[in-house]
């Protein structure tokens, strides 16, 4: 390792230590973010996309929040992190890889890299804690405050790929007021979820604590058509555990220290060979979402671990407040699966259902540990200036090992990541009604790759250093009505992806990709805080942006650089309290991008129906994608949500609530055809329920994809018209006390 890194980590080492000497703390939560301030108006919501909590009316960002309801009713049928897709206008997400390892896509900027060392330009953060790598995004949401959707680059504030924007999670911090809530539901196929967290005061106002646990199981639910079994896949049991304690010795000082486990026993993705077409995208003959048609795969298994452990300290100076974060997670588990989705292969004496080109099972696995350093100093008083600087230092290094049964044989290959950033925002109130904020982040990134065992060492290193940067007007045009107007430019950092050696081919390298984003938005609370609408429009170009080939006969990982990439659209969010009891909300989004590179090729399918324009290269005919939108970015996509309650009684309440997601048409490789996409997708939820004691204890009815949608989630190019799809309607019912 560099003296340079050594001498970096001794500093961040030696703040941390100060840190803890004078008794830093974490500032605590917003209590109160539902709560409104007169019955029948709107709740304020509050965000933290500036490290600060703030009114969202307040702040120069698009963004949509999930409140608690709208979290537990998303995963009240033990659904994973995927669940999120379409709950905020502009966000997709998707995984191949069952409950691990999933890809986030906002504006239409994702990544669509299946390996487990892939990078991507949507940050996920929990409770102030980037979780870098795929597998560490999956970690499960529950006892959470808020899960915030921040739309657009946010690279000033935020360390690690943040270019496309962030999905920040918020865990629900210890207090001293005892509290008790626990959460049961039973549905169909075998579904138990069961949350609950306990906290209150160890020592009056000096030390308080919080534990929360979640547990998610569905039983085997789908058949083995080549073996006959049935009921013999599709179970998991995801247990994932919270504890915290906060320790304030004054007024100005406190620390918060987490730390975080789950243990996942499961099932990774379900491919199902030639279920679309052919010549078009239409689910056909050989589907049927309970079956599958394996000879391989050893069940599909995924299990995997994951801990991390967060001191987050602050104290409040006369003028200023420094905080330290030191986090370190650790991801080690594997899965497998059956690639090709059907059994034998054209070569053998049987196979199906449809054509299978050869047989594939193949399993990953990744051993990883990421450390994280920041230090951040902030204004705290309330004049017109505010002002925040710090810096940020973050390691991984981790093994990723790709075995096939058969073929190929084992490989195991070795990432480290080091990077490094200073940065700092300042805010100034020009008139009443005006206010500038700018921000400026420098980051060093430095990216190493080496092939441990079962082939050439084929050592790769790519490095860059660059500056983010921000600039924002924010008008008050009236007491309840806001514009504002932003440019922002963000980069993700060079990427090595090294899957590829398995198949005896080299590892590919992309450099990196810089946004310029514009951005002009509004934002209003009308009718006396009855009506809230707020929208952005936006335009942003990527130079260099990064994308993979995936796929192919040899299922492989390619990643390229094409020349750009352009997009633009809008966002429209509003809430809607159309009487104390009824609310309902809407978000609305559209995305229009464009692949710009009138020489980038990449390979296609062997079977499907190709509409891009194609040129033989080296002997092999590729498409070429000039023109075509970005992978899994809808052009559409929207949610909505009501919830109308009849009082009974002067405790009790009857409620109905609903929430729907809408993804429109979808693209899902680089290259476009008649099968390899998806038309709209609707899925939707109801809970019909009573609550008693002022909310005290409930019980309900719910159902997820109520209407029992069979949807596309994604394609496997893998000469074979391979797909996998979305979960079934679950039914259950619900128990929740809550002290």
């Not at 980051?443 to 660059?466: I, L, M, N, Y």
């Amino acid at each position: 390792m560099s003296h340079r890194f050594s001498a970096i980590r001794a500093a961040w080492a030696g703040s941390t230590v100060l840190a803890a000497a004078f008794g830093f703390a974490a500032p605590a939560a917003a209590q109160d973010t539902a709560a409104a301030e007169t019955e029948g108006q709107l709740a304020t919501i509050i965000v933290t996309a500036n490290r600060r909590e703030e009114n969202l009316q307040d702040v120069p960002v698009s963004a949509d929040i999930l409140d608690q309801e709208r979290v537990g009713a998303i995963f009240s049928a033990a659904a994973d992190i995927t669940a999120l897709a379409g709950t905020a206008p502009g966000l997709n997400v998707e995984s191949s890889n069952g409950r691990v390892a999933p890809r986030f896509y906002i504006r239409g900027l994702g990544n669509t890299d299946f390996d487990l060392a892939a990078s991507q330009p949507v940050s996920v953060l929990l409770d102030d804690v980037v979780m870098e790598n795929v597998t560490l995004k999956s970690f499960p949401i529950f006892d959470v405050e808020r899960v915030e959707v921040l739309r657009g680059p946010q690279g000033t504030l935020f360390g690690r790929n943040t270019p496309a924007g962030i999905v920040k999670i918020d865990s629900v911090k210890p207090s001293h007021d005892t509290s008790a809530v626990a959460n049961l539901s039973f549905g169909s196929l075998d579904t138990i979820s069961l949350n609950g967290a306990i906290g209150g005061s160890i020592a009056k106002d000096v030390l308080a604590f919080r534990a929360s646990v979640q547990l998610q199981r569905r039983g085997d639910w789908i058949d083995n058509g080549f073996t006959n079994d049935e009921n013999v896949l599709g179970g998991y049991t995801d247990i994932a555990a919270r504890g915290q304690l906060l320790f304030t010795p004054s007024d100005r000082a406190s620390i918060l220290a987490a730390v975080n486990f789950r243990d996942l026993d499961g099932s990774s993705t379900f491919f199902r060979a030639n279920i679309l077409g052919p010549g078009n995208n239409r689910l056909n003959n050989n589907y049927d979402r309970n079956t599958v048609f394996y000879d391989a795969g050893g069940g599909n298994l995924a299990n995997y671990q994951q801990f991390g452990a967060t001191l987050t300290a602050s104290y409040e100076f006369d003028g200023a407040t420094l905080t330290s974060i030191t986090s370190h997670w650790t991801s080690e588990g594997s899965s497998r699966g059956d690639i090709d989705g059907g059994f034998g292969a054209s070569f053998l004496p049987v196979m199906g259902p449809g054509f299978i080109p050869f047989p594939s099972d193949t399993q990953d696995s990744i051993d990883l540990k990421q450390t994280t350093q920041e230090v951040r100093l902030a204004s705290n008083t309330d004049g017109p200036l505010t002002w925040q600087v710090g810096g940020f230092y973050f390691e991984s290094d981790f093994d990723v090992t790709t075995v096939g049964f058969t073929f190929p044989p084992p490989v195991t290959v070795n990432h480290t990541n080091e990077a490094w950033a200073l940065f700092g925002q300042l805010g100034y109130q020009l008139t009443e009604t005006l206010r500038v904020t700018g921000g400026l982040r420098y980051t060093d990134d430095q990216k190493d790759f080496f092939v441990r065992s079962g082939a050439a060492r084929q050592p790769r290193s790519v490095g860059d250093e660059q500056f983010d940067w921000d600039i924002s007007l924010f008008a008050d045009v009236s007491d309840d009505a806001s514009v504002y107007a932003k440019v922002a430019n963000s980069f993700r950092g060079p990427t090595i992806q090294g899957r590829d050696v398995a198949f005896f081919s080299p590892p590919s390298v992309a450099q990196s990709e810089n946004i310029t984003s514009y951005e002009v938005g509004f934002k209003s609370e009308l009718a006396d805080r009855r009506v809230r609408l707020n929208g952005a429009v936006y335009y942003y170009t990527v130079e260099d942006p990064q994308f993979t080939a995936v796929g192919g006969a040899g299922n492989l990982v390619q990643l390229i650089n094409a020349n750009k990439g352009e997009a633009y659209g809008f966002e429209l969010d509003g809430a809607f309290q159309i009487s104390p009891q009824f609310l309902v909300t809407l978000g609305v989004a559209y995305n229009n991008t464009e692949i710009q590179d009138p020489n980038l090729a990449v390979g296609i399918c062997a079977q499907c129906t190709v509409t891009d324009p194609t040129r033989v290269i080296a002997g092999n005919r590729r498409a070429l994608i000039d023109g075509n939108p970005f992978p899994n970015a809808p052009e559409w996509s929207g949610d909505f949500t009501a919830r109308y309650g009849i009082p009974v009684g002067n405790s009790g309440e009857f409620f109905i609530f609903t929430d729907w997601i809408f993804l429109g048409e979808t693209n899902f490789l680089l290259y476009e055809s008649r099968e390899f996409n998806a038309g709209s997708r609707i899925e939707g939820g109801l809970k019909v329920g009573y609550s008693g004691d002022n909310g005290q204890w409930e019980v309900a009815a719910f159902a997820r994809n109520i209407t029992d949608e069979d949807n596309v989630l994604g394609v496997v190019d893998f000469n074979n018209n391979t797909a996998f799809v979305n979960d079934p309607r679950v039914i259950g019912v619900m128990f929740g006390v809550k002290y």
